[in-house]
Each structure stands twice: as structure tokens, then as C-alpha cells.
């Protein structure tokens, strides 16, 4: 299977640590993003890179978040001191670089919970 | 501001009934509209998209959805409902930019027998 994968699926955590999470793209998509997913609601854009550039961030995205892509491969998400509010889903997407629009894959994304 | 709305929190229907989930946007622009299911423990697979053309678009799974201008709307439809179509259901926006897909709060669907 070559769609998007994400590492890991679950993670639980005590307020304050930090946590990383692992997004891997589909192999030819240059554009890669960062959603956040809390119960009952629909994705909420986070970040946005095209291969290793960031170029677009949600007020969403505090100083805590830190996001990259380095060499435009896969992406890591990092939350420090976290809070209980960061609990939720977080879900990466990629998508080529196209005219036609957005059409973004998404991988199943990793729960955060924050105990 | 570009927004989605889904007014309905979840619908039931039964096994063969047809179905018609709501969606109205607010975007300037043509706008680039989807569909998307989220399955308990699945990422979102996309269902359909509509950028230009046919107001009618045909999908997966056999939904469709119609693009009506007139009432900022992208509604989707499906004949006859199947057990496996239990999921939830979101509709959403992408500006022309490309980059930001702007979703609903969605629609969890029940089948009953």
C-alpha cells in the first residue's frame, strides 16, 4: 500500500511532556499537510508545506507546534509542554501540486491523548 | 471568510432508503467542492469533487452530489443506502490557491435493519 502513513496511531501522554508524530507522504506528492480533529468536528488546518517549505500556518498552530519536512520527504509534528486541550486527532494529508485543485490523501491519523 | 455548513449532526435511515446529506458553502469564487467519508479507526477517502462543469458528479461507492450555484449548495445523494455506508461524512471547500481544504463539522450516518 502506498498511501499516506502516520506514526504513531495512538499516543498518550501527561500534560507537559512532548510528543512527536510522523507523517509519510505518498512518494510524488510535493505538498503535504496538517490537520487537527476534535471529537464531533471536522479537520482543522494546522500547516501547509511545499516539499521542504512551510509556507502556510493556522493561528491554530501556537509556539508550542513545530512542524517540519526536511529534504520534502516525510514531516514530523512536535507539541511541547503539552495541554490537555491538545488532545484530539491529528491527521497529515499530501497532495501533487495541480491547477484542478486539492485533492488531498489523507493517512488515519494518531490520536493524542494528554492525561 | 470561506465556511462549510453541515446542518445536520447525524441522520438515520434504513437499509435500501435513499439518503441526501446537506452542504452549504460561502466562497467567493468558483469554488473546488468535496466529499469525504471517515470510517471509525479509517483516514478520509474522498468520495466525489466537483471543480468545473457538470453540476451532476458521480463518486464512489455510488453517491453523487449536485452542485447548485443558486443555493451555495453540494448535497449528497445516494439511491439505496447499504449497512456499510454507517460513517461519517464531511463536506468541504479547497480555495483555488490549493492549499486549504476547509471542512464541516460533518454528518455521522446510521443505517438501521
Known amino acids: 500500500d502506498t498511501g499516506v502513513s502516520q506514526d504513531p496511531r495512538h499516543k498518550i501522554t501527561k500534560r507537559g511532556q512532548n510528543v512527536t508524530f510522523r507523517c509519510d507522504p505518498i512518494?510524488?506528492?510535493?505538498?503535504l499537510y496538517w490537520y487537527r480533529q476534535t471529537l464531533g468536528q471536522g479537520p482543522e488546518f494546522l500547516t501547509y508545506?511545499?516539499?521542504?517549505?512551510?509556507?502556510?500556518k493556522s493561528r491554530l498552530l501556537s509556539d508550542r507546534f513545530s512542524a517540519e519536512r526536511p529534504k520534502g520527504s516525510f514531516s514530523t509534528l512536535e507539541i511541547q509542554r503539552t495541554e490537555q486541550g491538545d488532545s484530539a486527532m491529528y491527521l497529515c494529508?499530501?497532495?501533487?501540486?495541480?491547477?484542478?485543485?486539492?485533492?488531498?490523501?489523507f493517512g488515519p491519523g494518531t490520536r493524542l491523548t494528554v492525561l | 471568510a470561506q465556511s462549510v455548513t453541515q446542518p445536520d449532526i447525524h441522520i438515520t435511515v434504513s437499509e435500501g432508503a435513499s439518503l441526501e446529506l446537506r452542504c452549504n458553502y460561502s466562497y467567493g469564487a468558483t469554488p473546488y467542492l468535496f466529499w469525504y467519508v471517515q470510517s471509525p479507526g479509517q483516514g478520509l477517502q474522498l468520495l466525489l469533487k466537483?471543480?468545473?462543469?457538470?453540476?451532476l458528479v458521480q463518486g464512489i461507492k455510488g453517491f453523487e452530489a449536485e452542485f447548485k450555484r443558486s443555493q451555495s449548495s453540494f448535497n449528497l445523494r445516494k439511491p439505496s443506502v447499504h449497512w456499510s455506508d454507517a460513517a461519517e461524512y464531511f463536506c468541504?471547500?479547497?480555495?483555488?490557491?490549493?492549499?486549504?481544504?476547509?471542512f464541516g463539522a460533518g454528518t455521522r450516518l446510521f443505517v438501521k435493519a
Open positions: 466537483y471543480f468545473s462543469g457538470d453540476t
Open positions: 468541504a471547500v479547497g480555495d483555488t490557491g490549493g492549499f486549504k481544504t476547509i
Open positions: 494529508a499530501s497532495s501533487l501540486e495541480s491547477g484542478r485543485g486539492n485533492e488531498q490523501f
Open positions: 512518494s510524488e506528492h510535493n505538498r
Open positions: 508545506f511545499q516539499n521542504e517549505a512551510q509556507l502556510e
